[in-house]
């Protein structure tokens, strides 16, 4: 029975890395997500002297990439998400989608 479990883990092993990234890098885990035009964000992106041309992006705050299963932190207790322009000034990711992990 060990053996069994250990060749599906082995093999589901790719699987489980393929679902923690993106094609723009690393899923990232954000404290929260919000519209590029609420009030807190757009304060955040005029500290940044950030401008979007889209302010209907999604925009993730306080964003940290999640590791692959096994190799540390493997889960989100807040927002994953996948970011076209991840840690813009430290504190904030562009174009974020939510993921399922």
Not at 21 to 31: D, E, R, V
Request: hydrophobic residues 45%.
């Amino acid at each position: 029975m060990f053996a069994r479990v250990a060749v599906a883990s082995v093999l589901a092993l790719p699987l489980l890395a393929a679902a923690q990234s993106c094609n723009t890098g690393p899923i990232q885990c954000c404290n929260s997500v919000e519209s590029a035009d609420s009030a807190a964000v757009a304060g955040i992106l005029s500290v940044l002297g950030v401008v979007l041309q889209d302010t209907t992006a999604q925009v993730g705050v306080q964003c940290s990439p999640i590791s692959v299963v096994g190799a540390g932190q493997s889960s989100c207790s807040a927002k994953p998400v996948c970011c076209e322009n991840n840690n813009v000034g430290g504190l904030i990711s562009i174009g974020c989608v939510p993921v399922e992990l």
